[in-house]
Nanobody, 125 residues
Framework: QVQLVESGGGSVQAGGSLRLSCAASESASSTYRMGWFRQAPGKGREGVAS????????YYSDSVKGRFTISQDNAKNTLNLQMNSLKPEDTAMYYC??????????????????WGQGTQVTVSS
C-alpha cells in the first residue's frame, strides 16, 4: 500500500505561481511511475504531468508544457509540481497518483493504482 498526501493548493491570481507537494508513505523505488492529475467541475480527470521514478523521465500535457515542472525528492519521498504562469483554466482539484507496476500510459488515470485525496487550485483572472 502506498499512501499519498497532497499539499500546497490555494488561490492565486492569473500569472502567479503555486507549488504542490505529495508526500508518499514509501520511497519512489517502490513505484514505477508517479503523476499529477486534475479535475475541474463537470470534466473528466486529466493527466497533467508524470515522472518515471527510476529513470527520471518526465511527460507533460500540452496545456501545461513550459509552465509546470514535475520533480521528485527521493530523500523526502516527495513528489512536487511547480506551477508558474497560472491561468484561470488551470483551476481544478489536483491529485497525486502512483503506479507500482510497469506498463500503462502516463496520461491514463486508470493506469494508476494509488491516489491522494486532492488539493484545490483556484486561479482568478
Amino acid at each position: 500500500q502506498v499512501q499519498l498526501v497532497e499539499s500546497g493548493g490555494g488561490s492565486v491570481q492569473a500569472g502567479g505561481s503555486l507549488r504542490l507537494s505529495c508526500a508518499a508513505s514509501e520511497s519512489a523505488s517502490s513505484t514505477y511511475r508517479m503523476g499529477w492529475f486534475r479535475q475541474a467541475p463537470g470534466k473528466g480527470r486529466e493527466g497533467v504531468a508524470s515522472i518515471y521514478t527510476r529513470s527520471g523521465i518526465t511527460y507533460y500535457s500540452d496545456s501545461v508544457k513550459g509552465r509546470f515542472t514535475i520533480s521528485q525528492d527521493n530523500a523526502k519521498n516527495t513528489l512536487n509540481l511547480q506551477m508558474n504562469s497560472l491561468k484561470p483554466e488551470d483551476t481544478a482539484m489536483y491529485y497525486c497518483a502512483a503506479r507500482t507496476r510497469t506498463g500503462g500510459f502516463w496520461f491514463n488515470s486508470n493506469d494508476y493504482n494509488y491516489w491522494g485525496q486532492g488539493t484545490q487550485v483556484t486561479v482568478s483572472s
